[in-house]
């Protein structure tokens, strides 16, 4: 059992910044692939970057050059740090976890946390 906590969203200007974090209570996390999701009103929830447990990294390529995931094992958890934010970026962001490698599909997540609210306005 894994519990996924996100924080960090808010409501920023176009071209700004956001660091989220997500932490994971225990010792579980280190050994799953981690990712971030998001899902805007009316729209699929979508890819956004994964890093493994061996610091493989995937991003969308929406968000490519402008976001960047990382982790710290030793203190169980991801981050997502969102930079030159665009409209588009406005969602609910997510944190998700799973094992056996990567995946970029959000329905083989098994951990889910309970999302933060991205809004970047114009």
């Known amino acids: 059992q894994v519990q996924l906590v996100e924080s960090g969203g808010g409501l920023v200007q176009a071209g700004g910044s956001l660091r989220l974090s997500c932490a994971a209570t225990?010792?579980?996390?280190?050994?799953?692939?981690t990712a971030w999701f998001r899902q805007a009103p009316g729209k699929e929830r979508e890819f956004v970057a994964a890093v493994t447990r061996y610091g493989t990294t995937g991003y969308s390529g929406s968000v490519k050059g402008r976001f960047t995931i990382s982790r710290d094992n030793a203190k169980n958890t991801v981050y997502l740090q969102m930079n030159t934010l665009k409209p588009e970026d406005t969602a609910v962001y997510y944190c998700a976890a799973k094992p056996n490698g990567y995946d970029n599909s959000w329905r083989q997540y098994d951990f889910w946390g309970q999302g933060t609210q991205v809004t970047v306005s114009s």
């Open positions: 225990g010792r579980t996390f280190n050994i799953y692939t």
